[in-house]
């Protein structure tokens, strides 16, 4: 058991159910996170990852399920309990960055304290703490119409943390950032996260930011929990062909398992029956002899050889190069089957050539269809 499964659950969330109409938006989800930890939902658009945050937020009533934070219960469905959202100590950062045109960045920051009340003396220094933190303590002053669209972000964050809130919600806060400055700000919102400790979850469809980012990562599709793991893990181990095409890329072949050779490793059959091959590869879970399974092997993870290589290997043609610097970019056919290969740059492969795969055993999967 690791430390993220061995820390005790902060945030639980239990059997959430949400429908809109004849639509289940979000369907069973269940998730804990420890405290302190950046949690990320991660799908594409329509998964239900907005939804299960704003449930979180309490800016939905659940059909089912429960939501506790700490020792409260924010959510609890079969208790008739629902606390409303300004009891709930959240603080948000959205899409949008929701900050007050006619504020400074200073008023901008302290609003939330204000509304609570806070001593001015301490709404000072606390204002003070978190610009200092976000790097905007020289932009105190401005206008938030001054700022860039990075810095108004910065704000925006820091509004959402000055009050400490028990929970930081995330709903796609970069979207709307440039790459190099996306780029930038994933590594300084993961910065900031871990020097204020506030426990985080993150909504996104950007498998990049993910990776990034989280300490932990949950893969949705149709409002329901596909898996949850590390960043590694989730990459690496995917538990299902959607995982394993939706995160990274990936050679994904319809296949059948003819042999379990040791614990966790087996073998495989691919192509059709006048090419077919059998290839050594680690079994993902539930995946036994027998069984039909999908062999994923990611372009990193197949050498490309013009000699035939001892041991078991697949005959192609080299369709195309992309030449990327520190790889090359190929496409190789065998038979029907198009394979996306990362080879290195001093093999000078070239379209037409007759070539050689072998996939990796130690980084082949055969997972769940």
């Not at 920051?109 to 790097?135: H, N, Q």
């Not at 966790?264 to 290839?279: D, F, N, Q, Y």
């Not at 539930?286 to 399974?293: E, H, I, N, Q």
Request: some cysteine.
């Amino acid at each position: 058991m690791d430390s993220r499964s061995a820390a005790p659950a902060y945030l639980v969330v239990d059997g959430l159910v949400k429908t809109f109409g004849a639509d289940r938006a979000v369907d069973g989800v269940s998730l804990a996170v420890p405290r302190g930890r950046f949690l990320t939902l991660l799908g594409p658009s329509g998964c239900g990852k907005t939804t299960t945050l704003m449930s979180i937020a309490g800016l939905h009533r659940l059909d089912a399920g429960l939501i506790r934070v700490g020792d409260t219960v924010y959510t609890s469905v079969a208790d008739g309990i629902f606390l409303p959202p300004e009891k709930r100590d959240i603080g948000m950062v959205f899409q949008s960055y929701a900050i007050w045109p006619h504020m400074t960045v200073a008023e901008n920051v302290a609003y939330p304290l204000e509304i609570r009340k806070v001593d001015r003396a301490e709404i000072g220094d606390r204002v003070a703490e978190v610009l200092r933190l976000v790097g905007l303590a020289p932009m105190a002053e401005k206008l938030a119409t001054q700022l860039s669209g990075g810095q108004q972000q910065r704000a925006a964050l820091a509004r959402a943390i000055v009050f400490r809130p028990r929970l930081l919600l995330f709903d796609e806060p970069l979207s709307n950032l440039d790459l190099k400055l996306r780029e930038q700000m994933r590594v300084e919102l993961k910065r900031i996260q871990r020097e204020v400790g506030i426990t985080s979850v993150y909504v996104t469809h950007d498998q990049a930011e993910a990776l990034v980012m989280s300490d932990e990562i949950i893969v949705m599709s149709k409002g329901r929990v596909q898996q949850v793991g590390g960043p590694h893990d989730v990459y690496a181990r995917p538990a299902n062909r959607y995982v394993s095409d939706f995160i990274g890329v990936a050679n994904l072949l319809d296949g059948h398992v003819v042999a379990v050779t040791a614990p966790g490793r087996g073998e495989i059959e691919v192509g059709p029956a006048e090419t077919r091959v059998r290839l050594p590869c680690r079994l993902g879970a539930g995946v036994a002899a027998g069984a039909t399974a999908v062999l994923s092997v990611r372009p990193e993870n197949v050498a490309v050889v013009r000699e035939p290589p001892a041991g078991p290997h697949l005959p192609g043609e080299v369709l195309q190069t992309v030449f990327l610097g520190n790889s090359l970019d190929c496409r190789v056919r065998w038979g029907a089957f198009e394979w996306k290969v990362l080879a290195r740059p001093r093999e000078r492969l070239h379209p037409g050539e007759r070539v050689y795969l072998q996939p990796d055993p130690e980084h082949s999967l055969a997972v769940l269809p």
